[in-house]
């Protein structure tokens, strides 16, 4: 895990939040409603976006954005709580959440497929997931090139994956997707999908 890019993550994305990220996760989070779950908060880059939660629980594994993540929480118009876990394992009652969200945080989890399972688990029936992620290019060029670049990438990105299909994992995992958008050439999906238990 290097620990520049845990340090300077915020600064590393500013670029990329100025290029459109930030209007998409507004645009995303605007959705989400009732009981919410995020997925790997990060800095807390989603908590200025949300505007309906009645409650808002945020997880996320890594210490240093924990940190970061129970800062701006505080900052928050909305009461947010931050807790230290992962995903694959969610220390919460089945049938917990209305809506769980996730921005750039499926490609770093060691076992998605765990996570997505863990995530279904804990959502109502009817529960609303939204991811946007990176994912793999479905073109032979620029896809080989992500398969090729993702373990140097690992090494240097806190375990983030060039190369997921995010969209199949979700299918796979039981979920039912009801919207799928591209970004920047495909490279970047926003995704809704409905846990139909």
């Known amino acids: 895990m290097s620990r520049f890019f845990n340090d300077h993550y915020d600064a590393l994305m500013q670029p990329l939040e100025y290029m459109g990220l930030r209007q998409m996760r507004e645009q995303l989070l605007q959705k989400a409603k009732g009981s919410i779950l995020e997925?790997?908060?990060?800095?807390?880059?989603?908590?200025?976006?949300?505007?309906n939660g009645e409650r808002i629980v945020a997880i996320e594994p890594n210490r240093t954005m924990l940190e970061i993540s129970l800062a701006r929480a505080k900052l928050s118009n909305i009461p947010i709580e931050v807790e230290r876990a992962g995903a694959e394992w969610l220390p919460f009652e089945d049938n917990a959440f209305d809506t769980v969200v996730g921005t750039l945080v499926l490609c770093t989890i060691p076992d998605p497929q765990k996570a997505l399972m863990e995530i279904r688990r804990v959502s109502k029936p009817g529960a609303v997931l939204l991811l946007m992620e990176h994912v793999r290019i479905d073109r032979s060029i620029p896809g080989k090139l992500q398969d090729w670049l993702t373990p140097w990438w690992k090494r240097m990105c806190d375990g983030c994956h060039l190369n997921r299909n995010t969209a199949e994992l979700v299918r796979q995992a039981g979920f039912q997707t009801k919207q799928v958008e591209w970004k920047f050439g495909?490279?970047?999906?926003?995704?809704?999908?409905?846990?139909?238990?």
Do not use: D, Q
């Open 186 to 197: 495909k490279l970047l999906m926003i995704l809704e999908a409905v846990n139909e238990k």
């Open 39 to 51: 997925i790997g908060s990060g800095t807390g880059v989603n908590f200025p976006h949300y505007r």
